[in-house]
């Protein structure tokens, strides 16, 4: 690509409507959200099918920021991610890549591959499970975001977790694909 107005013609072949790649504060993603939400309402999607995107990347984007491994100077955390939004075939797509210890590679994995396994009476029953429970992690967590995640997109995460080039630092990347005819879409 020799021009940004050919990585601009690049993204809409791909359908990518947005893309950010860098550092995670509050107030970036805040400014993320605000351009989502523009960038939604500007190719017309309809308010309920843009509330559920914007609620997949709100959840995303937090425990990205509070779970996402910091790989900082010394000091100072420093979450990067990376968030794209794709216009596909049958709805809409949101990209997320970050950073995770091995240690939450090891909890999260597990949890994924269980949740996405269970259908929609099942992730009910989930989330009150855990809602009753009332149990906070260490960092503050009450592992409803991921229940929620599942239960706005109305299917299962696609998840890969790959090693790095630096020990005990693995790359998480998810897929969440919001179809448009989607049980979760259903209502207008």
């Known amino acids: 690509m020799s021009s940004p107005k050919d990585l601009q013609t690049f993204m809409a072949s791909q359908g990518i409507l947005f893309s950010f790649s860098g ?3 509050a107030d970036i993603i805040t400014s993320i959200l605000h351009l989502l939400d ?14 559920n995107i914007v609620n997949i990347a709100i959840e995303c984007l937090q425990n990205i920021h509070y779970h996402g491994l910091g790989l900082g100077e010394e000091g100072r955390r420093q979450v990067n991610c990376m968030v794209t939004l794709v216009r596909s075939a049958v709805g809409y797509e949101l990209w997320f890549a970050n950073h995770i210890g091995v240690e939450d590679a090891t909890v999260l994995h597990p949890r994924l591959t269980f949740l996405n396994s269970l259908s929609t009476d099942q992730l009910h029953e989930e989330y009150l499970t855990v809602l009753n429970r009332g149990v906070l992690s260490p960092k503050g967590g009450g592992g409803l975001g991921l229940i929620r995640i599942l239960r706005e997109a109305g299917q ?3 998840f890969e977790i790959t090693p790095t080039s630096v020990p005990e630092v693995l790359d998480l990347s998810l897929k969440i694909a919001i179809p448009v005819m989607s049980p979760a879409l259903a209502v207008a």
């Open 23 to 25: 550092e995670l504060s």
């Open 156 to 158: 299962p995460i696609l």
């Open 38 to 51: 523009n960038k939604l309402k500007l190719k017309g999607v309809g308010i309920r099918r843009k509330k």
